[in-house]
């Protein structure tokens, strides 16, 4: 009867209780099921082998704006040690020149290579204009004996790799979101490469050591909107009338604290409007030539009460010389790991062509050199950051430098056309040659 005893005293309590344990155990079964299912993805996710890690890891890197391949390695260090490397018998420099694929980078890097100076090229190979442009000069570099590793002033990493293989003794830092107008589509590209690049750069170089002399771009840019001329060097630099223009300004000021604190050799360089073979094609000289051979109608912008938009006009060999008379008479740093030991050099110069040019002359010269009439469209100066003229006062670089323009806008011009149009394959009706 002892079954008779264990029953429950209604019958339905007994149905109850068994309806529970079904509830019960259906319960635990559901929470066994995703306590395993929790455990796996535990496991996945941090037991998973570090190969795949780091993959994924070096997957989303190389999805970032930095723009940085692969880079290290006994080939890699191989690379940038041969092209660091002062020819035998001279006492020379071991440049890193960064935005070496841009315009002046490259001329400036040839240069050095040329007289025998060790030069290793940065740059990071952005869409701003026409990355088959840069990749043409990159050629153009590799020809000459100058290696440029792809990547970004703002990868640490990369800059303090490059530092440990090679001990530069100068840095010419190029690299640049340049242009007035696209600051007002992106303005962010302006303080991520011409402020947080040049923090970057100099946060690597002052822990140094040695610490490099380091001579950089700045901008004409900087005069804003001051009305007196030539523009001076002693002259104020705080009325900007771009983004661009107060990001090198900024620039300056950076410089300025950076050789306070840690002691560091910086000379800035004020280019004025700078043209020539291998230029920018968003200047105006570049795509003044692209449109008149197509036919095509050019802006030629006017001041208010029909003032003449001058520009002090560079050709490209002059910036050069001035350029690599700034790394010449560079003084060394005079930091150590980051520490200052004493006072150091802090520079900055006008490097323009002391003769403005209104914009209509350009275009007439280009008309008599492709032979062909522009199909010109007058327009009022838009309020993008454009100022109506420009005009170098060049006495400090002359004393200091030793530097002395020699082209006119003439002559410069015509070695542009010749270049471009021999670059481009065109004929001076624009049309594509057979090669």
Same mark, same amino acid.
């Given at each position: 009867?002892?079954?008779?005893?264990?029953?429950?005293?209604?019958?339905? !309590?007994?149905?109850?209780?068994? +309806?529970?344990?079904?509830?019960? $155990?259906?319960?635990?079964?559901?929470?066994?099921?995703?306590?395993?299912?929790?455990?796996?993805l535990i496991f996945v996710f941090f037991f998973r082998s570090p190969a795949s890690s780091s993959a994924s890891v070096q997957s989303d890197l190389s999805r970032r704006s930095l723009r940085t391949t692969f880079y290290g390695g006994p080939e890699f260090e191989r690379k940038v040690r041969g092209s660091a490397k002062v020819r035998s018998g001279r006492r020379g420099m071991s440049v890193l020149v960064t935005g070496a694929a841009g315009f002046v980078g490259t001329h400036v890097s040839l240069a050095l290579k040329r007289r025998g100076d060790g030069v290793v090229g940065l740059d990071s190979f952005n869409d701003y204009y026409d990355p088959s442009l840069k990749r043409a000069r990159q050629a153009l570099l590799e020809r000459g004996g100058v290696f440029v590793v792809e990547g970004d002033i703002n990868d640490g990493a990369?800059?303090? !790799?490059?530092?440990?293989?090679? +001990?530069?003794?100068?840095?010419? $830092?190029?690299?640049?979101?340049?242009?007035?107008?696209y600051a007002m589509e992106n303005p962010g590209?302006?303080?991520?490469?011409?402020?947080?690049?040049?923090?970057?750069?100099?946060?690597v170089c002052k822990s140094a050591n040695p610490q490099p002399a380091i001579v950089w771009a700045s901008s004409s840019s900087v005069y804003?909107?001051?009305?007196?001329?030539?523009?001076?060097?002693?002259?104020?630099?705080?009325?900007?009338?771009?983004?661009?223009?107060?990001?090198?300004?900024?620039?300056?000021?950076?410089?300025?604290?950076y050789n306070h604190i840690y002691g560091l050799s910086l000379t800035g360089l004020r280019f004025f409007t700078v043209y020539g073979p291998w230029g920018r094609p968003d200047m105006a000289y570049f795509f003044f030539t692209r449109d008149i051979l197509k036919g095509k109608p050019i802006p030629i912008f006017e001041a208010s009460n029909h003032g003449t938009v001058a520009r002090d006009f560079t050709f490209i060999d002059d910036i050069v010389k001035g350029c690599v008379s700034a790394l010449d008479t560079a003084e060394k740093s005079t930091g150590s790991g980051g520490k200052k030991k004493g006072p150091a050099q802090l520079r900055v110069y006008n490097l323009g062509n002391t003769s403005p040019v209104p914009v209509s002359d350009l275009v007439t010269i280009l008309e008599k050199l492709l032979k062909k009439k522009a199909n010109r469209m007058v327009m009022k100066l838009p309020r993008n950051g454009d100022v109506q003229f420009t005009h170098a006062n060049i006495s400090l670089a002359q004393r200091e430098l030793d530097y002395k323009p020699t082209t006119d806008l003439q002559t410069g011009l015509k070695k542009f056309v010749r270049w471009y149009l021999d670059y481009y394959a065109v004929d001076a009706d624009g049309k594509k040659k057979s090669r």
């Open positions: 009867m002892k079954h008779i005893d264990s029953a429950p005293s209604t019958p339905g !309590k007994f149905k109850m209780e068994k +309806a529970s344990y079904k509830r019960l $155990h259906s319960s635990l079964a559901k929470l066994t099921f995703w306590s395993l299912v929790f455990l796996g990369l800059l303090n !790799k490059l530092f440990d293989v090679v +001990a530069f003794t100068h840095v010419m $830092h190029l690299a640049a979101q340049a242009g007035v107008r590209s302006y303080v991520h490469s011409n402020i947080a690049g040049l923090v970057n750069l100099l946060e804003g909107l001051n009305t007196k001329v030539p523009f001076s060097e002693k002259d104020r630099t705080d009325q900007p009338a771009s983004l661009y223009a107060a990001t090198k300004k900024a620039g300056e000021e950076i410089a300025h604290t």
